[in-house]
């Protein structure tokens, strides 16, 4: 128990000093059982429980007996420990595997420490190397050991950057015998002993693409509800608006040509006569759990019937007050390019709303035509391609040992199978847009369920087990 609270304040730690990084794997032998302890620990889904660490020779393929004996924290604490170092050199080592998908800028933490009594090798390089590649030293990754737990200590060591952003292939890192030499100046016997503990790699997740939050791109002429047809599938229910502020009314919408031509459609609406800062298009969604907003959207006036020149994009949350998005004062013309809003950020300030709403609106901002004259009771405003993007950073955090789920292999080639420590209520698999693609309800603690037929990428698995009070969600990536 005294290690897990101090691993907890060692991680937390790491979170303040490198508050973008995530522990993509980690091995800190909580128990005396090899077979267990072996096998990480803390890091990523499919990393934890699934690759396990070694001590290695290169020469024979062989691998040194490992066992488990006081670690860092001891008593009640374990470290990875092996004899039979002699005639090591560059040939003998620990080593881990884990894997990185959609992350980067990895550092490393380890401890090592050589036998006192049975004195073991005194000088190491740690090395690194992708699934099939070449062992390369990792700068100032020398290390030199001794009878304690602070000499041979790496703290946040960088990881070159050609292990960026790794996809599927698997990263190895090794700590290898560099001498033949004993902490205490002479050759290394078959009775050495080397121990290693605490050991985690951490990376920053690169910011994906955005999940479609909310869209409108009016693909059906016969829509008249105007909801969205796009993102999460809670803002599908969520019209667009033509608002009148100071009535509380709204204009009347209708479906003309798009963006894109013939066959596309625009949300088309008239009667902005006397609508600065007054009228103005609307939209209402929802985002819990998402950050780093932007909006993107198409404007166009009318060319006979010329509409408002001069708007502003404006945000609020439910209950709050309207406010400008920096750069987001914008002219239109007779056109689908002069009016386009590509990717305009959001304020912070909405950033993981929780279950509050979020509006955004396009305000007239001047009763100014295209053509430099009053807009007309028939001047005509369209607007199309509405798109809200934001990032989940929560569904791709980190997951520290957790016996309530097991979701493996990870990455999976069509077959996931599902472990729960009680029986499973229903699983729901997501998409990176947020749309559900599978929905069951197994009523057993294990199942295996077949993806094959959906798209290779990132998914989300979402568990409610019977008696739990809350969502359990795992990432995973479909690598057919």
């Known amino acids: 128990m005294k290690k897990i609270y101090i691993l907890f304040f060692a991680v937390f730690l790491f979170a303040q000093v490198y508050a973008q990084l995530d522990t993509i794997a980690g091995w800190t032998f909580q128990t005396d059982s090899v077979e267990l302890s072996v096998l990480a620990d803390y890091g990523i889904t499919g990393n ?6 070694r001590a290695e020779v290169e020469s024979t393929a062989g691998q040194l007996a490992i066992t488990m004996t006081n670690g860092v924290n001891a008593p009640g604490d374990f470290a990875a420990t092996a004899t039979g170092w002699e005639d090591g050199a560059i040939d003998k080592c620990w080593s881990v595997k884990f894997k990185a998908d ?26 690194y190397k992708l699934s099939g590649g070449t062992w390369t030293d990792v700068p100032n ?14 703290e946040a060591l960088a990881l070159p950057a050609d292990l960026n952003d790794p996809g599927s292939t698997s990263i190895y890192l090794r700590w290898i015998m560099t001498s033949n030499i004993d902490i205490n100046g002479d050759t290394v016997l078959a009775t050495g002993v080397a121990k290693i503990d605490d050991i985690f790699i951490l990376g920053e997740a690169i910011p994906q693409e955005g999940t479609v939050i909310t ?37 009347t919408i209708e479906l003309t040509n798009g963006a894109a031509g013939t066959g596309d459609y625009a949300a088309t609406a008239a009667g902005w006569d006397n609508g600065a800062n007054d009228k103005f298009w609307s939209i209402k ?149 947020g749309r559900m693609v599978m929905d069951i309800q197994p009523e057993t603690i294990m199942i295996s369920i077949d993806l094959s037929t959906l798209a290779n990428g990132i998914y989300f698995v979402q568990v409610k087990t019977a008696r739990g009070n809350q969502l359990i969600s795992r990432k995973i990536i479909l690598d057919k």
């Open 48 to 53: 934890v429980g699934n690759y396990d660490i």
């Open 102 to 127: 959609g992350y980067q800028n990895f550092v490393l933490y380890s401890k090592q420490r050589s036998g006192g009594n049975q004195a073991g090798p005194r000088d190491w390089q740690v090395q």
């Open 141 to 154: 990754g020398a290390v030199t050991s001794a009878n304690d737990w602070t000499t041979a200590s790496i």
């Open 215 to 251: 869209g409108w791109t009016f693909p059906d002429v016969n829509d008249t509800e105007f909801n969205a047809n796009l993102g999460l599938a809670d803002n599908l229910n969520y019209d667009l608006r033509a608002e009148v502020e100071s009535t509380s009314g709204q204009l």
């Open 285 to 433: 969604f929802k985002a819990d759990g998402y950050s780093d907003f932007k909006v993107s959207s198409k404007m166009r006036s009318g060319g006979n019937t010329p509409g408002p020149k001069f708007w502003q994009l404006q945000y609020k949350l439910s209950g709050g007050v309207w406010a400008d998005i920096p750069g987001g004062d914008f002219t239109i013309a007779n056109d689908w390019t002069t009016g386009v809003v590509d990717n305009l950020p959001i304020p912070s300030d909405i950033n993981n709303p929780g279950t509050t709403s979020i509006y955004l609106r396009w305000l007239m901002t001047s009763n100014e035509s295209i053509d430099g004259v009053d807009v007309l009771s028939d001047g005509i405003c369209k607007i199309d391609d509405i798109l809200v993007t934001a990032l989940n950073y929560n569904d791709v955090e980190e997951i520290l040992f957790d016996s309530r789920l097991n979701v493996y292999p990870n990455p999976s080639n069509g077959i996931i199978s599902i472990v729960a420590n009680e029986q499973v209520e229903w699983i729901k698999l997501v998409n990176m847009q």
